[in-house]
């Protein structure tokens, strides 16, 4: 890779630094690392760089931007980082940043900051203008696919090396994890981006109305059908189809799915002429296909149609050291939403959701952390803002919980929130594991005010 430059590292933070270090390296900069403003400009009095990406906190806390004015010979172009936030953007640029990076970033976010940094000058802007704008240029790609954890990486990895292909792709993990993301972002990076992104949830439908959602439908084809519906095939044509909770697929319908799949085309209900579709499918579900075409539930020649690239998202609890940086994402979009200025999360609020188990996932924390943003009545969300059973500390992967520390209403609502969870909100699913009655589980849903996060 070429060299692009040499590029300081400031963060207080150690661990930080170390990825950051990492994350500018794949970006092709050679880098050094301070973890205060002292040792930065000890290096910036010793050798020259072209670039200095500097955490906001540490560098607007320490006068960084005043010191290297006064102190070093020739000052750098400055990359501030730090939360999606317009204060810390805001004050950042105001300081003498050049441009702002928002937390948490890939190695293409950096190099896009720093050809912006070196390129040529741009005309001069107030600094909530370009604050405003480099939060909202920042490459989407992955939006809501956060994470430093080596196995998130391979993610994006993997959805980067497939995504101008046209091969199916089948996304696996645990409900909540973010398979519809995957699916997104690969459309996004494809060939096929200025075509549609159709999304479908399989168990959302009867047999009957799945197909004619799938394939579409004559005029007269059943009762109710006064007219002719195009399926969703021929409306993803030229583009990508998501098929969500594809395990849940009737067995009548995952033989004309292997059949549109192989020949590329698809016969509407009630007709007999085909139409030619082309189309990227990507499948995702939460079930264990191998386990379901074993016990004869799913057919393996549509199972082996549909994992030609497979994809798989480790569950939440597999990776804790993204939940602070997932947490702090969902914060400054729900505080920007809310209308509040929130500055973060104390320490034992952290502590308690990186020891809780998570069994609904990025989902279940994305519905924690706007419940916390909505509860908060500090600048700072605290363990009280937090839900019962993140406060109460249970962070084992089999969902146990301390029992003195919540009422029998609340263990109640615990439970029947995780099943939920597990099952994507599948009501007939989960009213079986849970023994009970549909009804009675409606019932329970608007007792508790529970809703889906989607």
């Not at 320490?62 to 102190?71: I, K, N, P, V």
């Not at 569950?315 to 993204?322: F, I, Q, S, T």
């Not at 908060?376 to 059973?389: C, K, R, T, V």
């Not at 146990?400 to 007939?428: D, F, H, M, P």
Request: one cysteine or more.
């Amino acid at each position: 890779m070429e060299l692009l430059g040499r590029v300081l590292l400031i963060d207080e933070n150690a661990q930080a630094l170390g990825t950051l270090a990492e994350v500018a390296t794949r970006a092709g900069f050679a880098a050094d690392t301070a973890e205060d403003v002292p040792g930065a400009l000890e290096r910036l009095g010793r050798a020259h760089y072209d670039l200095v990406v500097a955490d906001a906190r540490t560098a607007v806390g320490a006068g960084l931007f005043e010191r290297t004015s006064a102190e070093a010979a020739v000052l750098p172009p400055i990359v501030a980082i730090g939360p999606a936030t317009m204060d810390f953007a805001v004050e950042a640029m105001r300081a003498g940043a050049i441009d702002y990076l928002a937390k948490p970033f890939h190695a293409a976010d950096l190099l896009a900051a720093a050809r912006r940094a070196l390129g040529p000058a741009r005309p001069a802007e107030g600094a909530e203008g370009a604050a405003i704008r480099t939060i909202l240029a920042r490459p989407a790609e992955f939006e809501e696919l956060i994470g430093r954890n080596p196995r998130m990486q391979r993610v994006y990895n993997l959805i980067g090396t497939v995504a101008p292909a046209s091969s199916t792709v089948l996304v696996t993990g645990e409900s909540g994890t973010g398979k519809e993301r995957v699916a997104e972002a690969i459309h996004r990076r494809s060939t096929r981006r200025a075509g549609p992104l159709i999304r479908v949830n399989c168990s959302a439908f009867a047999e009957g109305v799945l197909e004619s959602e799938l394939f579409g439908h004559e005029q007269g084809a059943f009762t109710g059908a006064v007219r002719g519906r195009v399926g969703v095939f021929r409306k993803a044509d030229h583009g990508t189809l998501f098929l969500d909770e594809i395990g849940d697929l009737p067995q009548s319908t995952q033989v004309k799915l292997l059949r549109a799949i192989q020949e590329r085309e698809v016969q509407p209900v009630g007709g007999d002429v085909t139409v030619p579709v082309d189309v990227r499918l990507v499948a995702a579900t939460n079930r264990d296909l191998s386990a379901e075409v074993k016990a004869g539930r799913f057919r393996e020649d549509l199972f082996f149609r549909l994992n030609v690239i497979p994809i798989h998202l480790p569950a939440l609890r597999e990776r804790p050291d993204d939940i602070p940086p997932l947490a702090e994402h969902f914060l400054a979009r729900f505080a920007a939403q809310s209308g509040k200025t929130l500055a973060g999360f104390t320490d034992r609020a952290v502590s308690a959701m990186e020891r809780y188990g998570w069994p609904g996932n990025v989902r279940e924390l994305e519905n924690a952390i706007e419940r916390a943003v909505v509860l908060a009545q500090a600048e700072i969300i605290d363990l009280a803002d937090l839900p019962p059973e993140v406060r109460g500390g249970s962070g084992s992967a089999d969902g146990a919980y301390q029992v003195n520390t919540v009422r029998l209403s609340e263990v109640e609502e615990i439970i029947i929130r995780r099943v939920l969870a597990k099952t994507g909100w599948n009501i007939k699913r989960s009213a079986e594991m849970l023994g009970i009655t549909r009804a009675t589980l409606y019932s329970k849903i608007r007792k508790f005010g529970l809703a889906a996060v989607r």
